[in-house]
């Protein structure tokens, strides 16, 4: 897991001076190989990104892989080896492993770099790693809404970023011309830019994605328990609707963890609404009340609507799921 | 509206007189031309059916668009019309309309027919229709597990039924040819078949659909009342996890405020042990207990690889999803 001989870290880069179609980076450096960091490799390298990308996984395990399948041009066994000489910085470690990477890499940083994360929490990330950061690197904090429920150097794909929004939360006082680079990157491997306040991203998220995913967590894991009395029907019956909260609870354990742990008062006070409503739903259902069912119900069937409309969905019946097994296996 | 010339109404069928592909029925009518009405029309179809497929709906607009699409051979104004001389009869209205619709075609419905359903619940439907099948007619209460979020005649396709569960909940004494004759019509548009008592049926569908539904109404509302907050934030970002929810959130309410009126006491009961689970895991991100949460994400992950075991849902990430939009359309 040596770098590559023409890795040339130390090299510092130039501002504008572009490597591939409008990728203005020389050398980039992906702390964390899983499937935001992987994927932004091969996005990068299909929309002909001719410069370098270096990596580093705290797993042994997975750094082994992404040499393997050649994720990116050399793997670096510490963080600290991998961020010297790049001129962009990509943080795609779990929220929870932000503070401890930018305490390491922070003294190998190159003035006039760029560092930025993925991390779908962006408050807790600044407080963790901006300390950390050293004077002349610019630290612009930014989160993908993009990914699967699949994990690790081998999920990564080129397109997970197309028509997906990248919000970008920076600090006051960040360098322009900076973060212009930064957007120039992430409009090439297909993904829109917002930006925003820390705080209001991360009440966003927890309606988006925060609260959604523990509630889906929590469905699943209620039908764990009685999937053992009902012995495996469950699983069997799962296409009546229960089978897609399954994806979003097949998501990754320590991301998650250290999603709901960082963003605790935002996902906490989306849950408390949650759970009042749900329970006004439970009223109704008791109370035999179906006129206020039906109005409920019409009302979030227009919000789908929105959503294709806007282009963040696929309008095809049940995503566009292709049955599996070509024919019936069984008569009875 | 007026029937086909050649619909020969009041002709009794044989069992065992296949009408193509090992489809024992001469004619059968859809009670409801909706998206399971429509969907066994085009499976039966495809898979050869010779006989003659008719159809009513409450609705003209309905039974307008039906004829008009060819959906079946005759559209009937009236369901005791339909019934007439049909071997097989498909009651797929809501749950909460099936009482009347027993009550208006038991008169006319023929000695040795099969009347079936395709109610999500299956006690009430039996006590609601039960009372009004003659003597001689073999009632054989049925729920197919397939859907999509979408409804209406258009919505119907031959491959809704392919490689999914059928359920059937036979009453005590029911005729095992006229089962058997029933089973093999599923087994021809591509379903397994599996026998269960009705309560034990609306347990598991409280567990498998029935409560996720009302859990993704509920999340989906909750973002609805924030949406105005946010103008339009959660639209804008729902690739982020909620927009699985706004899926099942686009099922038909009518038929699902039918479902909770009707399969009340079960799905109340999921629904308590759903908000108890659900208050742990907030009382775990509360106090940081990030071990409870990783611990519990993790068996929740291997309850997806279950179904996807099963033939139960794509291996694919995202459920296959084809990323709207072939390219960035906007760089900042």
């Known amino acids: 897991m040596s770098p590559d001989v023409g890795a040339a870290p130390g090299a510092g ?52 892989t992404a040499a393997r399948i050649g994720l990116v041009d050399s793997v670096y066994d510490s963080a600290a080896a991998a961020v010297a000489g790049a001129d962009l910085v990509v943080l795609a470690v779990p929220v929870g492993a932000m503070g401890a990477v930018a305490a390491e890499i922070g003294p190998h940083l190159e ?4 560092l930025t994360d993925v991390g779908s929490v962006k408050q807790a990330v600044i407080d963790a790693v901006g300390p950390h950061v050293p004077a002349g690197v610019h630290f612009i904090p930014g989160h993908p809404l993009a990914g699967t429920e699949q994990s690790g150097p081998e999920s990564g794909f080129a397109t997970l970023f197309r028509n997906r929004w990248w919000l970008l939360t920076p600090l006051p006082g960040t360098d322009p011309a900076a973060q212009d680079r930064l957007v120039a990157l992430i409009g090439a491997v297909g993904a829109h830019v917002d930006v925003m306040d820390p705080a209001h991203h991360d009440l966003v998220l927890a309606v988006t994605s925060h609260a959604p995913h523990l509630i889906a967590y929590t469905m699943v894991g209620v039908a764990d328990h009685l999937r053992r009395v009902t012995e495996g029907e469950v699983i069997k019956y799962s296409a009546a609707g229960f089978r897609d909260f399954t994806r979003i609870a097949a998501s990754d354990p320590t991301m998650w963890r250290d999603v709901f742990l960082h963003n605790r008062e935002a996902t906490l006070d989306i849950l408390g609404r949650f759970t009042e409503e749900l329970f006004v739903l439970q009223r109704a259902i008791r109370m ?9 119900f019409s009302r979030t069937r227009a919000i ?14 049940d995503f566009g799921r292709v049955p599996v097994g070509g024919a019936a296996r069984d008569k009875g």
């Not at 003035?111 to 760029?114: D, H, L, Q, T």
């Not at 035999?288 to 409920?296: E, I, K, M, P, S």
Request: proline share 5%; no cysteine; net charge neutral.
């Open 13 to 64: 880069s130039q501002p504008g001076a572009a490597t591939g179609a409008g990728m203005p980076f020389r050398r980039v450096a992906l702390i964390g190989l899983g499937l935001i960091a992987g994927s932004l490799a091969h996005a990068m390298r299909a929309q002909g990104f001719t410069g370098q990308i270096v990596g580093h996984a705290r797993s042994a395990e997975t750094r082994d």
């Open 288 to 296: 035999g009340d179906g006129q206020h069912l039906h109005d409920y």
């Open 304 to 317: 789908r609507r929105g959503i294709i409309d806007a282009g963040q969905d696929t309008d095809a019946p």
């Open 111 to 114: 003035p006039g770099a760029i």
